[in-house]
Every structure is written in structure tokens, then in C-alpha cells.
């Protein structure tokens, strides 16, 4: 087990809708990673943050926001949801961010369906 | 622009058989290749790293910087192979992984 937590497992919820999907790193880990895995398209880097600071931005909608809280957990906010907003969302976590290439460890994804 | 491809989405063979899947990337500077696995209703875990050059599973792969290529090879496929698999570059600015599109493995027994 890598020790990323995400809750919850899986979310139900109509379009427009706004929901907040939640990360817990592994035990000693800074940096925390957001990915959506959707069938059009792939596994796509959404948005970094490490100690508490963003640090990178992919390919995340202005809807979507993320933030870190001090004790390291993250947040990722989804908000006037869409039906192509229906994807599995992963959270990864590695022990440093910047300049280093660390392993990253994911979580079990939280799936989301919007209906 | 960085980018990896991974031209297989299926890549199916008998138990015993060679296996080869393929990835091909993009990026100007010095890449950092990862391979990836998801096994069926598991969570991503890395599989191999280009700058361990380890053998993890009975897999390699191997960084051809003159053909862009990070290929994942095993001499012999085991049914328990069967998988997802998906190759990954890091920059190292911010080590985000750009995902290719992954490779279906199907061991057939």
C-alpha cells in the first residue's frame, strides 16, 4: 500500500453541481499531484502544489480549483460541473517537488460521474 | 512540446512470448522516463525508472535518446503481466508526469 489516501471512492452528482475531492499524502511527503484519467483524454496532469504553495499548472479548467492545507493534505474543487467533467481523478504525492525527481506514489483515484 | 506516445493500445500475446511495448517521447531537454502499471481495480505503481536501469518483474527498458524510444521488454510474458501500462516523462522543473495514452497488455494462457 503507497499510503495516499482519497476520499471519497466514487461521487454521483448533476451537472452544474460543485464538488471537493479530498488527499491525504504519504506520511512525510511535501508535494501532492492531481491527475485526471478520462477515455478521450488519457491521464492528464492537472495541478501541483508542495508545501502548501502551487508549484506547477497543467491542463486545469478555471472551474477547477486546489489547494494545500498545513498538515499537507490537498483539495481539489470542481465547480459548474459538466458531463465531460466524468472522469477518475488521482492524487499522487512524492517526497519533494522542485528540481528533484522523486518517485511519485498515487492514490486509488476518486471516480466521478456527472449526470 | 513534450509528449509521449504509445502507438499500441492493445498489445495481446501467448504465455511464454516476448513482449514489447512500445513508447516514443518528446522533449528537447534531458528526459526522465518512468513506466507505470495499473493492475486491474489497483492503483498506479511505478514499474521502472530509466535512471535505475534495474530489472523489476523480469521487465527492462532502456532509454535510446538518438530514437527518442523508452521501450518496456520482457523475455517471457506471464499471465499475471496482463495489465495497463503506461510510460511517463518527467522534466524535472516541477516533476509532473506527462502520461502517455497506455498499452492494454493481454497474457493469453
Known amino acids: 500500500d503507497s499510503g495516499v489516501t482519497q476520499t471519497p471512492k466514487h461521487l454521483i452528482t448533476a451537472t452544474g453541481q460543485r464538488v471537493t475531492l479530498r488527499c491525504s499524502p504519504r506520511?512525510?511527503?511535501?508535494?501532492v499531484y492531481w491527475y485526471q484519467q478520462s477515455l478521450d483524454q488519457g491521464l492528464q496532469f492537472l495541478i501541483q502544489y508542495y508545501n502548501g504553495e502551487e508549484r506547477a499548472k497543467g491542463n486545469i479548467l478555471e472551474r477547477f480549483s486546489a489547494q494545500q492545507f498545513p498538515d499537507l493534505h490537498s483539495e481539489l474543487n470542481l465547480s459548474s460541473l459538466e458531463l465531460g467533467d466524468s472522469a477518475l481523478y488521482f492524487c499522487?504525492?512524492?517526497?519533494?517537488?522542485?528540481?528533484?525527481?522523486?518517485?511519485?506514489?498515487f492514490g486509488p483515484g476518486t471516480r466521478l460521474t456527472v449526470t | 512540446a513534450q509528449r509521449v506516445t504509445q502507438p499500441e493500445k492493445l498489445l495481446s500475446v501467448f504465455k511464454g512470448a516476448p513482449v514489447e511495448l512500445k513508447c516514443n517521447y518528446s522533449y528537447s531537454g534531458s528526459p526522465e522516463l518512468f513506466w507505470y502499471v495499473q493492475y486491474s481495480r489497483q492503483r498506479l505503481q511505478l514499474l521502472l525508472r530509466h535512471i535505475s536501469r534495474e530489472s523489476i518483474k523480469g521487465f527492462t527498458a532502456d532509454l535510446n535518446k538518438g530514437e527518442t524510444s523508452f521501450h518496456l521488454k520482457k523475455p517471457f510474458a506471464q499471465e499475471e503481466d496482463s495489465a495497463m501500462y503506461y510510460c511517463a516523462l518527467s522534466t524535472g522543473a516541477t516533476n509532473k508526469l506527462i502520461f502517455g495514452t497506455g498499452t492494454l497488455l493481454a497474457v493469453q494462457p
Open positions: 506520511s512525510g511527503d511535501l508535494s
Open positions: 499522487a504525492s512524492s517526497a519533494l517537488g522542485a528540481g528533484q525527481s522523486y518517485e511519485q506514489y
